[in-house]
């Protein structure tokens, strides 16, 4: 294998541990002896070492020609290599550090090759995924051909017989978009259905794959041009860039070191400077900083416009690996070949289009009528079992604000939907609360309708379009999930997604806010739950603040709260976990920051106390209970950090 090495004993030690990781994958019983070696010369510097040693052979045999996957992307310098903001498709030059200002006046020589490959790199987004919203990036490397990496494919995509086809939940298949704006402080979208899997490589090669993209339905939202495949092999210090949606990711040790990385923001479309450090047939090695998120990235050559390789993995202050543009492009033409055996059936056989994407209309559509409501069962209390009652929260600090109502014969506080209700706070015109019982094994796919307003109480006291609106106004945002009461037969389902559309199950939110771990809380409760059951309760609601800032006449709550009770899958006991989620750092007139939008478990005595509710006798079986606030403050970084 002929290897062309870096010019620094730096980067020579790079390269040298990519290749003794791959050997040590591929011969486990090498790999345990390499270990024992890294141990015994744990207090050699290498680097040193490698000054004072022969140069690295111009030939080795038996590394395998990728890497494992299953190394996080990662940041491989603490210094000179940052992570720049996109704006308008173009990215925004602003340094923190003197180490990082040499690239300013190189990608300002650059700017004319990175717009249309900034336009070209999407973050490839999922409906109906039972954990994730979104799980990498792509590119378009083709005309309607998008390259991401085979680990991201393989969440929502698998083979069956001799096609590709997209895998299911809970009896329904996702959906995959790919969104090519996502950038920092925008709440708009540029998304195109993925409605094909063209290739998702086997595990033993290279980890890439190729989706197909649909040309977009509305005037003036067209694919941008595909980025071109290098011809040239890859130059070690050749300057390039990854392009792609870094996450926070909470496998990387050095958290602050991240957060000054990255800005503390994450999710967003960045542009990450570097240069190549290693290279051998099947592997490309950078030192872009990159996060999860960036699987899927991809590598631009900086002098020429072009795809150096797609990004795939890295090691904490090593190395970052991607697949080279000549596999890709390898890859690609193959690709082409079957592709033209079965272009004719797939002209007579339209691939798969996903259902219709949730959109950001802010209309209301008018009202129904109150005997339209007779049927509401609403929340059932008994809906986890007769041993794990869960009833509704009492409202204890602001009881007479509690919206009553007459419907039908009942006099109460309670506005009952199919599978789920609400109780009213008459002052703020916003709901105290919304609770859902979700039932995971009869979930249905469901189109969104319109927003409604709710006949059984006065109009005056629903909050119909005063807020809400493009930035700077707030969108509508569920309290319980449009998806959480889409359960039952078909026709329940359509209801109980169609009930979550009144606006008295929402609240005025920040365009970014209700997405991340935030949205995934219930689907990632589903998972700890008997899979013969998969039954969850789920309790949402605004914080009310009596100095809570007013937009358009409207209080906007500063922050929310979310309960989930469950019967645990392990102890079968009945268990509850709180958790609450911040706006306020985005009210104030600064630009929008991730991390102030940070999800924190919370003991449900803090809930209480906050929200001014009692849960009665499910605050016993708070899985938090007993702990410290204090030990609680860091937001959670990903969901294996929540206790339950």
């Not at 994730?132 to 069956?160: C, D, I, M, P, Y």
């Not at 033409?333 to 592709?339: D, V």
Request: aromatic share 8%; proline share 7%.
């Amino acid at each position: 294998m002929k290897l062309r090495e870096a010019d620094s004993p730096e980067g020579r030690l790079r390269l040298m541990r990519a290749i003794v990781d791959a050997i040590a994958v591929a011969d486990p019983s090498l790999g345990e002896e390499l270990a024992a070696t890294r141990r015994d010369l744990a207090g050699v510097n290498p680097v040193a070492m490698l000054r004072h040693a022969a140069a690295l052979p111009e030939s080795f045999s038996g590394a395998p020609a990728h890497m494992p996957p299953w190394v996080p992307e990662t940041i491989v310098l603490r210094t000179g290599r940052p992570v720049l903001q996109v704006h308008h498709d173009e990215a925004r030059l602003d340094f923190d550090d003197a180490a990082s200002e040499v690239w300013k006046a190189r990608l300002r020589r650059a700017k004319p090759l990175l717009a249309p490959a900034i336009r070209a790199v999407g973050r490839i987004e999922l409906e109906h995924h039972p954990v994730f919203q979104w799980v990498g990036t792509g590119w378009l490397v083709a005309e309607g051909v998008v390259a991401t990496n085979r680990h991201v494919a393989q969440e929502f995509g698998r083979l069956s017989g001799e096609k590709f086809v997209f895998k299911s939940s809970f009896g329904e298949p996702l959906s995959a978009w790919i969104d090519f704006l996502g950038e920092y402080g925008r709440a708009e979208s540029r998304d195109f259905p993925l409605v094909d899997i063209l290739y998702i490589e086997e595990d033993s090669g290279a980890d890439l794959a190729f989706l197909r993209v649909a040309p977009g339905a509305v005037p003036g939202k067209g694919l941008a041009s595909p980025i071109g495949l290098s011809a040239r092999p890859a130059r070690v210090n050749a300057p390039v860039a990854v392009i792609g949606y870094p996450a926070r990711d909470s496998r990387i040790p050095d958290a602050a070191l991240m957060d000054r990385t990255f800005g503390d923001v994450y999710d967003k479309k960045r542009l990450a400077p570097g240069r190549i450090t290693g290279a051998a047939p099947g592997l490309l090695l950078h030192d872009c900083s990159t996060l999860g998120g960036n699987s899927g990235s991809v590598v631009l050559d900086l002098d020429t416009g072009e795809a150096a390789g797609l990004h795939f993995a890295g090691r904490f202050l090593e190395a970052n690996y991607a697949v080279p543009a000549a596999l890709v492009r390898e890859r690609l033409e193959a690709l082409g070949r079957a592709g033209r055996a079965r272009a004719a059936h797939l002209a007579q056989s339209p691939p798969r289009m996903p259902g219709p994407r949730p959109s950001g209309d802010d209309t209301v559509s008018g009202e129904g009528r109150v005997e339209d409501y007779a049927d509401r069962s609403g929340f059932d209390t008994g809906f986890l079992g007769a041993d794990a009652a869960v009833t509704l929260p009492a409202v204890v600090r602001d009881a007479a604000s509690v919206l009553t109502f007459t419907a039908n014969g009942h006099t109460g506080g309670e506005l009952k939907y199919a599978n789920f209700s609400v109780v009213m706070n008459r002052e703020r015109r916003l709901c105290f609360f919304s609770a859902v019982n979700i039932d995971g094994r009869l979930s249905k796919r469901t189109v969104r309708p319109g927003w409604r307003l709710d006949p059984r109480i006065p109009r005056s006291l629903q909050i119909a379009r005063e807020c809400y609106g493009n930035p700077p106004l707030f969108s509508r945002g569920h309290m319980t999930r449009r998806e959480d009461p889409a359960w039952g037969t078909r026709a329940q389902a359509n209801l109980g997604c169609a009930d979550s559309m009144h606006v008295t199950n929402t609240a005025p939110q920040m365009q970014p806010f209700n997405a991340g771990l935030w949205r995934g809380l219930e689907d990632y409760a589903l998972q700890h739950t008997r899979e013969d059951e998969m039954r969850i309760s789920v309790m949402t609601g605004p914080l009310f603040g009596s100095d809570d800032p007013v937009r358009e006449g409207v209080m906007i709550p500063r922050a929310f709260w979310k309960v989930i009770a469950f019967v645990h899958e392990a102890t079968g006991r009945l268990r509850a976990s709180a958790y609450t989620l911040s706006q306020e750092h985005a009210m104030d007139g600064r630009e929008f920051v991730f991390g102030a939008y940070g999800t924190h478990q919370r003991p449900l005595a803090f809930v209480e106390r906050q929200a001014g509710l009692s849960f009665g006798a499910l605050t016993a079986c708070d899985v938090l209970a007993g702990e410290s606030e204090e030990s609680l403050a860091r937001p959670l970084s990903g969901f294996d950090e929540i206790r339950l």
